[in-house]
């Protein structure tokens, strides 16, 4: 039983899986302090206020209202996204494209043979 535990920890992708695990968490904090540190005052600076949670607040018979939480969680996604894009993104297609390694990855086998089906018959029709 031991034996095969230990040949499921040793697999490489679970071992992939725990590293990538690892390297996420690290590159998630890279990320917060980006949006903390220079994207939300940026925001405060434009706006006044760091966050929308304020905005468009409204009470009803008690119950408090406040789609401002909404618009604070879209603007904090939009945020993540762009430093992702920008700072990952961005600058990893420009290294690609200096190795080449986009015009080198190879087209699916199964891609390959579907067009070769489909121009055989076109070519018969």
Do not use: W
């Amino acid at each position: 039983m031991l034996k095969g535990f230990r040949e499921f920890i040793m697999r490489g992708n679970v071992v992939d899986l725990a590293v990538a695990v690892v390297i996420g968490a690290a590159f998630g904090a890279v990320i917060t302090a980006v949006v903390g540190g220079l994207i939300t005052p940026l925001i405060a600076a434009v706006f006044g206020k760091p966050s929308f949670d304020e905005v468009l607040k409204f009470t009803i018979n008690g119950a408090v209202f406040r789609p401002g939480l909404a618009l604070t969680a879209i603007v904090n996604f939009l945020a993540i996204a762009a430093a992702i894009y920008f700072i990952v993104i961005v600058p990893m297609n420009k290294l690609a494209e200096r190795r080449g390694t986009v015009e080198e990855m190879a087209e699916p086998e199964d891609v390959t043979l579907l067009r070769e089906i489909r121009d055989a018959v076109r070519a018969r029709g």
